[in-house]
Each structure stands twice: as structure tokens, then as C-alpha cells.
């Protein structure tokens, strides 16, 4: 089970979470003036990043707020969480969880 | 006392005697024995019949890696445990153990025919064989398959103990209670770290426990681990758990333990739980797991009285055990040997020695020869013989040309082997960690941790005791928490005196002569896979280690392959000619040996299974005789029998109340939703298909949520009881994700917008009042307020007081019906309830349950969401067209609906259905086809979602979902069933009253 930073509440367990899928996608102000192509791209298209991946979490069991998160995909480790509407932490400028390498 | 034992030494207590049974017999052992140690103590090699050939099969190991002595324990008709490890089980007076997999007796198994009969059997005799006739398979092959199949019986009864589950925080989990874990548990003890330590076996202590002569410290290592078990024992930081495994490592450094408080106990007390489940979330974690001793493959090599020299070693040492009175020793590492000289000077014959190095010259084979024993360089094994029990072995010799000469067959009852060792790094490789092969120890090691975690000792490659203790402080020390600013410390440094090791290895399978015996060599010995079988599979084309390890089933036992996963994956490198890293590793998975499921489960069953919800009114429903049915969570009264009535005669009666007098219906599982907030309206808008601009207060609407791709996702009555606020009603089951939904929405996109939303799903109680007499019946309770249809007409909302009690009166009917729905706090929902229930008698009132609901809704064509929609349906197919709002220029699932595949016309529509036979009830699911007589594959044209008996009408009603279905009003279709066709008739959805006459009164 993860350990989760909620920004407003702090490090809960997984289960109190739920998630919510990549983030960063905004619904597009006027989808009708969209061809299918660009509606299907913005309905269906996801990446499936091998590596740091931002998504949507929502703290359905604490304070019901979504945020996003940088989880590696390869580890399940997170590098950041952050409020919706926040800019996405460059990976560069991000503290690695410390391991404790035999 | 059994010659076997020695007369003293060990960790039993000889003045403990203990009875036990075996297959029916009794025998003697002592406190402190496991069922293995006391068998063999009694001379029984013999605990098992193989997997597959059913081959007799003997204790080999002496730990939770044993691969053939799986036996069931019985303590009485509901506590007979299965496929126990006969090594793990722990002796008390009384034990009843029965082995597996064998009839008519473990001495003569009829099974054994498979062993003749192996030829016919090779790796991926499934896949083979099963493959025809298609019919065989139901009938013959499957139950037959099944009854073969797995070894011990599961038990029948339900389990009638208690599973305790706890968490746990600590600073540093330690794994393991060997050398190197005490050492590490220590260390991280003294800089004040809040430590858990467990092992898995009954005593701490690890290899140290078969270890009489070492000292540690300057005192005898069992003095130095008992002295430190104390102190950790003082620390209150401290917790250890002994018979406790830990058999999975999930992220984020959180572990399951698995505790066994019972087992060993001869009469545990009543309601003592028997298993606790530790879910443990630790800061840094220590694995000292230690490493299984790897057995050598060779002809012959699963008779019973062949093991492992490290288990014969444990078995001396720890349980005063002899395996046998002859030992041939077969080796390929200087360890073994010690293994050989502590049987010798107990009094067992060591046959010979057989080194499979052309050299031994390490200190201990000097021991060896310096006590007289036979030691042969350079060999190998080519044979051995016996039925029950090894009984001799045949040697040859590797010649300087690689060819290998037979040299002499010696008469032994036991032969020990020893390939050197496999590190454990089962948890290493469940928490994600890359393991590294490392050429020195020829085996795979933890390389690049995955989380704040260690190994230490010899599950990190640090063989011998001295080395595993400096190993052991220096984790310790390293996992506890610094505090900032300290120097670094320095860790603690063991002085030893204890048997050196050395790191050969043998991997694969024993050179062997052209002439040799053409007996199986086991590398898998509980799932019977073969040297044979490896080549084989190899031969056939798979490389890869995971298509080889299925095919032939490798490693798929529940051992998950403990003592078998290198020397396979060693096999198959020779076979392709690849260096052993570039074959690659299977993965390690959870659980590290098999997990009771009531340990899992814990008080998670019967009622505690699942949360239980239940509406204020649902006392009355019970003390009403009501029959129930789970809807989501809840409980909810599914019909009202009276005097005998079976769900037929209840229903159709109930229905006929509502259509003709008036029926009260408990609704109070309505999803509910508050929606207030200057955006309010806005937000609707946006969100639902509906327009809610002009929606006065004190009317309401009948909303519908499609998700973003246009398919109807929930629906429900909508009210505005103020300007900013409104009263949104969902289906029973949608109301957590409809609520989730909303947030989503308002809290990520439509931020612009000043809306708040509040669950009060909870708050309300709902009392649907429903038929022609409802008005009546509710204007003597609600004071002055008006109810007539001209202040109250279909669809508004008025508030005002029932009984005194605040409420929110809708005019809404699911029924059909003059209906309305009194919304009161929860808390007067039974007192209401009971006040109109009083005085709707007089007018004929009776409770009606969910099916009644159903039937009397369906009548009118109105849809159930997730029944007559499934997630692919747009609000036009379901009928609903006419909702969605023309003039938005946006809502969501908008978009998707304008897509030319969501309006054609071919698409599935609602419709109903009537049966030729107005008796025959369609079942729901039954497919559509166009015309009868046709045989499979057939153009399926839809489906029946919803049918029931109309009582009202006086024959069946159904509705379903047909392509093109609103075209067909009129068509005949058939239903293909087993026992023929059933033409049916498309008709509209609406069954009664098609105007609406009877709703608007």
C-alpha cells in the first residue's frame, strides 16, 4: 500500500485515495468546435509512460480534494505532490526519496 | 529412547515427552521437535507421494523450503489443515498428521503406475493432450484432471477460529532471527530505533540453533543469542515476533506478517485467536533472510533418506536427530563437511565423502581425512538405488577428459548433498529490488535497492558467521534513524570462532556417464519436474525462463520453487548456450511460503463481510415480515409477504394496491446530493443534459448524467428549492460516483464557478406515497398546506410539516401513478412512516418492496439505469432524447453525442416486448434474432433487460434493447431459448397508461 503527501492533509495511506488518471489534460473550452479526431485525442489518448508520470489523485476519504502527483511508474515512488492549477514540478529540481543502498 | 537420538544436546527437552500420530499410528517425540524431527527420530524418511509420478518421496530439508513433506494436520472435523510443511509443524502431545496424495497407502500407492507410465506424461502433457474431442473436455477431462489435481484435501467445514489483524509503525522491520538479524536488530536498538524483529520459526536464533561449537564474543553462541534476545526483550522499542513470516513486501516499505499463535499449542484456549496478521509500515527494513541450501540434481536424487547435509546437520544438532545410521556425503562446497564430521562423532558411519571438485583442500576436508573418513575428489553421481528408502548409491568418477567412468556402488541408508547455498532474496526481489548475479557465489544477489531497505548476512552474499554479525550490526545501525547533525556511527564487530565457509557452488545437473541409469533427476521436487523436462521444453523452442518455467510448470509449486529456480535456470542456460544472467529470472511473488486465508480475511465475514446499510425505516420492515435484497450496500425490502404468499402472489398484489388504492414504498436509499452556490444552475447546466436555467424554484425535473463519451451514466429527479440551491436525487448505487463526478468537475475545471456540494443521502428519509388515493391520505396529515393539484401539480416541490416534522414534499411518481415522495430528516423517518402508514389503512395503504417497484415502473417504461443501460447506451437510444437541452451550446458528453456513430439509426434502441403467450415471462439477458429456426451463429439483434408479470395488465411485460428497435414497433422477433423460440412483438416501452392520465390528477 502507498504512502500518499495529500498537499492539504499530508502523508496518508493509499486507501484513503482515489485515483483520477493522467493529469494535466484540460477539457477544452468549446469541444464543439473540435473535429472527432481532436475530441477523440482529447476522450481517449493517455500516455503510458514508462518512468515519472503525472497523474490525478483525489483524497476521497480525507478531505475530498483532487491535486496531482509525479509518480515513477517503475517504483511507484513519488517526487512531488501539488494542488490542481499548480504548474508541474520540474523533474530535474526534485529530491529522490533517499534509499539506503546495501 | 529411539537409538536414533543422542543422548543429549540440542534444543529439545528430553524430560517432555510427547505423543503423536502418523497415518494412524503412534509415536514418541519431545518438546521442542517439529513433526519432521520426530519422525525421523523414529526412523520415517517416508512423508510423501510426488506431485505427479507419485514417486515415494522423503524429508529433505529442514526449514519452510521442504518441497515433499506436505502433510495435513486434524485437530478435529473443521480444523484439518492441508498441505503444511511437515518441517514448520511444530510438535505437541496428541498431534494427529496424516500424509497426502497417495491411495491406498503412503507404503503402496496405486498412483505410483504414473512413474512407469512417465513417457507418456512429458512437460506440456496438457497442452498435448486435452486438445480433443472438444466435448471430452466437461465431461471427462476436467473432473478427472481436478480429482488429480493439488495434494492435500481442502477442509469442508467452515472455519470455526478467530483471525486477529493488527498494524504496526516502526523504525526498522529486521526479517529474519539468525546471526544477522539479531546483530542488526541490536545495532538499530542501541540508536534508540523502534524495532520489530521476526522469524518464522519458533525460536530465534536462525543457523545459529545447529551451531553447538561456535563462540561469539567469547562465550558459546547460544549463550550470546539468548543474552540478546533478553536485552531487545527489555527494550520497550522493541517487539519480537517469533512464528510470525513475513510473506510479502509491498511498496513503500509496507509488510505482511503473518503470525501463528496456536498452532504449536496442544489445547489452545478457547476464542484465543490463531493467527494474527501484522501490516507493518516501517522506516527502514532489515532483511537477513539467510540462504536455503541448493540440492544437486542427479539420477535418482527424490528417494527418500537423500537431503540436504545442512538439514541432516540441523536435524543432529538442533533435535538430537541421527538421520540414519550409513551417510554418504555428496558435496560440492567445504561446508557440507561439517555436516559429515558432527554425524561421525554422533555415531553415524559416514560412508564416503564424494567431492565433486577435482580438489578439497580447505580445512575441513583436511578434518575429514584426518578423522578417517573416505573422501573421493572428482566424482559424481551416477545412480541410486531402493524403493522406500535409499539403500546405495552408485559413484563414478569425472576423468581429466571430462568423460565419466562408473567407480563403486556404497551401501548407505541416508545421503547428504549439498550444491553450496541460494541466498534468499524472495522479499528482496518482491520489493522491487534488481538482483545482480554474482559469479563468486554462483547465485543472484540483491543489487540495486528499490526502497529504504538492506540485506545483511548471507541473503546478501555474506557467508560465515563472523562476517554475517559485522554485516548485521553495520544494517542495523545504517536503517535506524539519524538524528541530524550526529556523526556517523561505527558499528559494533563480532570476534568468532566458528567453522569457515567457502563459496563453491555446483549448478545444473551432475556430469553423468552415456551407460548411466536411465532414473529421473529431480530439479523440481514438488511439482516432478525433470532434467528431461527442462531439454525437452527447451527443444520444443522456448528461450525465454517464463515460457519455460510455465511449460513445464518449474517453480510453480507452492514452494515456489525454494530449492529448485537456479539449478532449473542453470539447466536450461547449458542447454541454450547463454552465460545464466542472459536467461534472465523468474520473478519472486508474494506470499514467501502460503498464507491461511483467514489470516487475510480476519473478522471480515458473515456480517462483517461487508458494511451494512440500512435505511430508518428498516425495523419496521422487519417486524412487517418483509423479504430483503442487497442493493449496493444497503438492505433493502424487497416484498411484503402475507399468510403463506410466495414472491409472485406479494407482488402481484402489491402492485395492484398501488394501481388501485394507494402503497407507501421506503425510498430513502435515493442518492441525495445538495447543490447550493451562485453557480449553481450553471453548473447543472453544464453538467447534465437537461437546460435548468429556467427551472423555478418549487419545480423539479428528471435529470439525466451522461459521462463525457455520451453514454447515460445516472439520473434522477432534480428540485430547486431556492434560486442558489437545488436538490439532486440519484440512483441508489450511482450516488458516491455521481457526487465524485461533480467534483471532479467542479474542483479541476470549473473553478470560475461558486458551487458547493454536500452528500445528504444519509440526512433524508424518502416515503413514497403512491396511488390514487395518496392525496387524500397525506392532506390529513400535512396541516394547511395545500396539495391539490392546481398549488401541487406533477413534478413540484413544496416545503412544509408532516406531523409536525419539517419536510420537503415531491410531487413525483416512479409509479405511474398520483404519487408523492415525503422527504423528512432521518431521525422522524420511522415515526412518519408509522403516522402515514396509520392513516392510509383506512384507504386500503400497503408497503410495497423493490420488486413490486420494479414491476410497476417497467409498466410504465421507465428505465433502471445500469439494468436497462449498460454504459454503451446514449441518452436517444434509452428513449430519452427529448431531455437533452437544444439550445446548450456545450454540457458534458455533449461533443460525444454529435458524433455521426452516436445518431445512427441502426443503433440499439429501447423497447418493449410482448410474448405471443402473455404467460411466458422472458428472462432477462435473452438475446434477439430476427427469425426463427436458426442455428448458431446467429445475427443477434439485442437483448431483454428488464421482464416481469404484469398483474395489472394480465400478461408479461418486458422491455430490451433492439438494433433499430423503434422501427420495428410491430415486428415479430424471436427469443432463441433451449427449450425453442419465443416469438415476441416490439411494442412501445409504455405499457400503461401511455397518456398519462392517471399521474396528472
Known amino acids: 500500500m502507498l504512502v500518499i503527501v495529500c498537499p492539504y492533509c499530508g502523508k496518508r495511506p493509499e486507501i484513503e485515495f482515489s485515483y483520477g488518471g493522467q493529469a494535466h489534460i484540460a477539457r477544452p473550452s468549446q469541444p464543439v468546435d473540435l473535429d472527432d479526431q481532436a475530441w477523440a485525442e482529447f476522450l481517449y489518448m493517455r500516455s503510458n509512460t514508462k518512468g515519472l508520470y503525472a497523474e490525478r489523485w483525489r483524497h476521497s476519504h480525507g478531505c475530498g480534494r483532487f491535486f496531482n502527483a509525479l509518480r515513477d511508474t517503475t517504483t511507484d515512488h513519488f517526487t512531488a505532490t501539488y494542488k490542481t492549477g499548480e504548474p508541474q514540478p520540474e523533474a530535474a529540481a526534485l529530491r529522490v526519496p533517499a534509499t539506503v543502498t546495501p | 529412547m529411539s537409538s536414533l537420538r543422542t543422548p543429549g544436546g540440542g534444543r529439545i527437552d528430553r524430560a517432555k515427552p510427547l505423543s503423536f500420530r502418523w497415518d494412524g499410528q503412534t509415536y514418541t517425540g519431545f518438546a521442542g521437535d517439529t513433526l519432521a524431527s520426530a519422525l525421523l527420530a523414529n526412523g520415517i524418511h517416508l512423508v510423501g507421494r510426488s ?68 513417457r507418456f506424461f512429458p512437460a506440456g502433457f496438457y497442452y498435448k493432450t486435452f486438445m480433443w474431442p472438444k466435448a471430452a473436455w466437461k465431461r471427462v477431462y476436467e473432473p478427472v484432471i481436478r480429482r488429480a489435481a493439488g495434494l492435500g484435501e481442502a477442509p469442508t467445514l467452515p472455519d470455526p477460529d478467530r483471525y486477529a489483524q493488527r498494524y504496526a509503525h516502526c523504525d526498522v ?32 536464533g536462525g543457523s545459529l540453533l545447529a551451531e553447538p561449537a561456535a563462540r561469539i564474543d567469547g562465550e558459546p553462541a547460544l549463550a550470546w543469542t539468548a543474552r540478546s534476545l533478553v536485552a531487545l526483550a527489555g527494550n520497550p522499542r522493541v517487539r519480537l515476533l517469533p512464528r510470525t513470516t513475513a510473506f510479502g513486501y509491498f511498496p513503500h516499505n509496507f509488510l505482511g506478517l503473518n503470525e501463528r499463535l496456536t498452532e504449536h499449542l496442544a489445547q489452545p484456549a478457547p476464542g484465543a485467536a490463531r493467527e494474527r496478521l501484522w501490516q507493518v509500515r516501517a522506516r527502514a527494513v532489515v532483511l537477513a533472510t539467510g540462504a536455503i541450501e541448493r540440492p544437486l540434481v542427479f539420477p535418482g536424487n527424490d528417494r527418500p533418506g537423500i537431503l540436504l547435509a545442512g538439514a541432516a546437520r540441523t536435524y543432529l544438532n538442533r533435535y538430537g536427530v541421527k538421520v540414519g545410521t550409513s551417510a554418504v556425503l555428496v558435496t560440492a562446497d567445504d561446508a557440507a563437511y561439517q555436516a559429515a564430521l558432527d554425524l561421525h562423532a554422533a555415531g553415524t558411519r559416514v560412508a564416503a565423502i564424494a567431492d565433486l571438485r577435482p580438489a578439497a583442500d580447505g580445512a575441513l576436508p583436511a578434518a575429514a581425512r584426518a578423522a578417517g573418513l573416505k573422501l573421493i575428489t572428482g566424482a559424481t553421481v551416477l545412480a ?71 540485506s545483511a548476512g548471507a541473503c546478501h552474499g555474506v557467508y560465515g558467521l563472523a562476517a554475517a554479525l559485522d554485516d548485521g550490526y553495520a544494517a542495523g545501525a545504517a536503517a535506524a534513524p539519524l538524528p541530524p ?19 563453491d557452488a555446483y549448478l545444473g545437473a551432475l556430469p553423468s556417464a552415456p551407460t ?20 525437452l521444453a527447451t527443444r520444443e523452442g522456448f528461450r525465454s525462463i517464463e515460457h519455460v518455467k510455465r511449460y513445464t510448470t518449474t517453480g510453480m509449486a507452492t514452494d515456489q520453487g525454494k530449492t529448485s529456480n537456479l539449478n532449473a535456470l542453470a539447466i536450461v542456460a547449458e ?113 447534465y443534459i437537461n437546460s435548468w436555467t429556467y427551472l423555478g424554484v418549487g419545480r423539479s425535473r428528471y435529470g439525466i448524467l451522461t459521462r463525457e463519451d455520451g453514454f447515460v451514466y445516472d439520473d434522477g429527479v432534480v428540485a430547486r428549492t431556492a434560486p442558489d440551491r437545488f436538490h439532486v436525487t440519484t440512483t441508489t448505487g450511482g450516488a458516491p460516483r455521481v457526487l465524485a463526478m461533480m467534483e ?30 395518496a392525496r387524500r391520505v397525506l392532506e390529513s396529515l400535512v396541516g394547511d398546506l395545500d396539495i391539490g393539484a392546481a398549488a401541487l401539480p406533477h413534478m413540484a416541490v413544496v416545503r412544509g410539516r408532516i406531523c409536525g416534522v419539517p419536510m420537503l414534499l415531491f410531487r413525483v411518481s416512479f409509479t405511474g401513478e398520483l404519487g408523492f415522495e415525503v422527504n423528512v430528516p432521518a431521525d422522524y423517518g420511522l415515526a412518519v412512516w408509522e403516522a402515514i402508514y396509520a392513516a392510509g389503512r383506512p384507504f386500503g395503504m400497503t408497503p ?37 437541452g437544444k439550445s446548450k451550446s456545450d454540457f458534458v458528453g455533449k461533443r460525444s453525442l454529435q458524433r455521426a456513430s452516436m445518431t445512427a439509426p441502426t443503433r440499439k434502441q429501447l423497447v418493449g416486448l410482448r410474448t405471443r403467450d402473455p404467460k411466458t415471462v422472458l428472462e432477462e439477458g435473452a438475446q434477439l434474432v430476427e427469425s426463427p429456426g436458426q442455428k448458431p451463429p446467429m445475427r443477434l439483434l439485442g437483448h431483454v433487460t428488464s421482464s416481469y408479470f404484469s398483474a395489472v395488465l394480465g400478461h408479461s411485460i418486458a422491455l430490451a434493447v433492439v438494433a433499430g428497435g423503434r422501427a420495428r414497433l410491430g415486428q415479430t422477433l424471436q427469443v432463441p431459448m433451449p427449450g425453442g423460440d419465443i416469438p415476441v412483438e416490439v411494442t412501445a416501452p409504455v405499457f400503461y397508461d401511455p397518456t398519462g392520465a392517471r399521474i396528472n390528477v
Not at chain 2, 398 to 406: A, N, W
Not at chain 2, 485 to 500: F, I, L, N, T
Not at chain 2, 747 to 770: F, K, R
Open chain 2, 384 to 454: 541410486t538405488e531402493g524403493d522406500l528408502r535409499v539403500e546405495s548409491i552408485d559413484l563414478g568418477r569425472v576423468g581429466t577428459d571430462g568423460k565419466v567412468q562408473p567407480l563403486e556402488r556404497i551401501a548407505c541408508d541416508v545421503v547428504l548433498m549439498s550444491g553450496g547455498f541460494n541466498p534468499s532474496v524472495h522479499l528482496y526481489s518482491q520489493s522491487r529490488g534488481k538482483l545482480a548475479w554474482s559469479e563468486t557465489h554462483k547465485a543472484f544477489l540483491p543489487g540495486v535497492s528499490a526502497e529504504c531497505e538492506r
Open chain 2, 173 to 204: 522491520l529486521v526479517v529474519g532471527g539468525g546471526p544477522a538479524g539479531i546483530a542488526a536488530a541490536l545495532a538499530a536498538a542501541d540508536a534508540g530505533a523502534r524495532v520489530i524483529l521476526c522469524d518464522e520459526q519458533s525460536e530465534f
Open chain 2, 848 to 884: 410495497y418492496g423493490t420488486e413490486a417497484m420494479h414491476v410497476l415502473r417497467a409498466e410504465k417504461g421507465y428505465i433502471i439505469v445500469g439494468q436497462d443501460t449498460d454504459g454503451t447506451m446514449t441518452p436517444d437510444d434509452a428513449g430519452l432524447g427529448w431531455a437533452v
Open chain 2, 51 to 118: 506431485f505427479k509420478y507419485h514417486r515415494p518421496r522423503g524429508i529433505l530439508a529442514a526449514g519452510s523450503e521442504e518441497p515433499n513433506g506436505l502433510v495435513t494436520v486434524k485437530r478435529d472435523a473443521a480444523r484439518e489443515t492441508p498441505n503444511l510443511r511437515v518441517t514448520q509443524v511444530e510438535l505437541y502431545d496428541g498431534l494427529e498428521a496424516i500424509s497426502q496424495n497417495r491411495w491406498p497407502s503412503l507404503q503402496k500407492d496405486y498412483g505410483r503406475i504414473n512413474d512407469l507410465l512417465s
Open chain 2, 516 to 535: 548411466a541409469a536411465k532414473d529421473k533427476a529431480f530439479v523440481d521436487w514438488q511439482h516432478d519436474v525433470t532434467t528431461r523436462d527442462l531439454a
Open chain 2, 744 to 773: 471532479d468537475y467542479r474542483q479541476t475545471e470549473w473553478t470560475d464557478l461558486e458551487v458547493w456540494l454536500t452528500s445528504t443521502t444519509e440526512q433524508w428519509a424518502v416515503i413514497a406515497v403512491q396511488g390514487p388515493e
Open chain 2, 575 to 687: 542447454t541454450l548456450n547463454v552465460p545464466i544472467p542472459q536467461v534472465g529470472l523468474t520473478s519472486f511473488r508474494m506470499p514467501y511460503t502460503p498464507t491461511s486465508f483467514g489470516s487475510f480475511a480476519g473478522a471480515s465475514r458473515g456480517d462483517l463481510f461487508d458494511p451494512l446499510r440500512k435505511t430508518p425505516i428498516h425495523s419496521w420492515a422487519v417486524a412487517h415480515g418483509a423479504v430483503f435484497e442487497p442493493v449496493s450496500l444497503w438492505t433493502r425490502a424487497r416484498y411484503f409477504p402475507q399468510g403463506g404468499e410466495d414472491m409472485h402472489a406479494a407482488v402481484a398484489r402489491e402492485c395492484r394496491a398501488v394501481r388501485e388504492h394507494c402503497g407507501i414504498f421506503d425510498a430513502s436509499t435515493l442518492g441525495k446530493i445538495e447543490v447550493v452556490g451562485g453557480g449553481a444552475a450553471e453548473f447543472l447546466n453544464r453538467l
Open chain 2, 485 to 503: 547533525e550526529a556523526p556517523p556511527r561505527q558499528p559494533r564487530r563480532a570476534s568468532v570462532e566458528a567453522p569457515p565457509m567457502s563459496f
